[in-house]
């Protein structure tokens, strides 16, 4: 049994909060972090975040289900705040005696957090500025996430780096802090630690896990990239409320550009609502990230990754990649002295 005494001792109060061995979320990817992802990071003493994205509360009734029938540690549900029935399902994570529920995809609407905290969940947020995050925090959050501009999928304009030096010495005393974007190897898990972190998240070094079910073709395409071809994409009108997206580039990219143009002529000829707009690019990215992950169509889906997509060479299971991650981190802490 390998022990990391070091590392341990500086995730403790993300330990103590999430209820697992390691304070290693896995970040929530549509598609990607369903039952078999989830309960294989949960198993290797990790926290799985199942991605509700646009599913059903039926759906994710079905998805919370057959993860806990997979593994009997803790693990946690992502809810998009915009999702038309928000209300349910956290009605659904409570059901099921859900231990955290993570925000994310804009404030959380009146009444959500504390519909969660009734269910007997903790809260987990992600801020962009120091200000909200702080707003956030007071107002129900129990932990926060920081996520740079080098992350895969949706993303903010900062870099961890500068995010991580913005919130951690104001915010790391007196509140949980994770650290999420562009985080692949253990070395930068000690960093962020070291400056106050409780815990980490990862998405895009678990993506291309053994036990991940996307495409054999969706994994091929990341262990070919390095960081460069991981790209933001490019915001066509100011007025569309579009989140930029990062990932592969490829025709789909192309594509989603092209989208943009549509929706936008429409707000202009047929007077769309700016919230329906928006509702329909996280379609269009709902069924092009499921042309990718599970189609296999790498040439026109989405293939949402992190810049650290460079350091994902090879399939390996889940335990293997938080074995490594757990003894890079120790060896990198233990050197310091």
């Known amino acids: ?166 919130f951690l010495p104001v915010l790391a005393e007196d509140h949980l802090v994770f650290v999420a974007g562009g985080i692949g190897r253990g070395e930068a898990i000690a960093g962020y630690l070291e400056m106050g972190a409780v815990g980490v998240q990862l998405g895009t070094r678990f993506a291309c896990a053994t036990e991940s079910i996307a495409h054999e073709n969706f994994k091929k395409a990341f262990f070919r990239a390095n960081a460069r071809d991981a790209v933001a994409s490019v915001q066509v009108d100011p007025r569309l409320p579009v989140i930029p997206v990062r990932a592969l580039k490829n025709k789909g990219t192309e594509e989603f550009t092209a989208k943009q143009r549509e929706v936008a002529g429409l707000v202009d000829t047929d007077g769309l609502a700016m919230m329906e707009a928006q509702l329909q690019i996280e379609h269009y990215w709902a069924g092009a990230l499921r042309r990718a992950v599970v189609d296999g169509d790498v040439e026109n889906g989405s293939l949402m990754a992190g810049q650290s997509v460079g350091m994902v060479k090879a399939e390996e299971p889940v335990a293997d990649i938080m074995a490594e991650l757990m003894n890079q981190c120790e060896t990198a802490l233990g050197a310091r002295g």
């Not at 979320?25 to 646009?54: D, K, P, Q, T």
């Not at 349910?88 to 804009?106: E, F, M, N, Y």
């Not at 969940?121 to 925090?137: D, E, H, M």
Request: net charge neutral.
């Open 1 to 166: 049994m390998t022990t990391y005494s070091k590392t341990h001792a500086l995730m403790q109060r993300g330990i103590d909060f999430l209820g697992c061995e390691h304070a290693v979320l896995c970040g929530a990817m549509s598609w990607v972090s369903e039952r078999g992802l989830v309960s294989a990071i949960s198993n290797a003493g990790g926290f799985g975040v199942i991605a509700c994205g646009a599913m059903t509360p039926e759906l994710l009734d079905t998805e919370i289900t057959e993860t806990r029938a997979r593994t009997d540690k803790p693990f946690g549900v992502n809810l998009i705040t915009m999702h038309p029935q928000l209300m349910d399902l956290i009605g659904v994570c409570a059901k099921h005696g859900v231990s955290h529920v993570v925000l994310a995809g804009g404030i959380p609407p009146k009444g959500s957090v504390e519909k969660i905290k009734e269910g007997g969940a903790k809260v987990i947020v992600f801020a962009p500025t120091l200000a909200l995050a702080k707003k956030l925090l007071r107002s129900g959050g129990d932990a926060l996430v920081i996520e740079g501009m080098e992350a895969g999928g949706h993303i903010g304009p900062v870099s961890t780096s500068v995010l991580a030096q913005e």
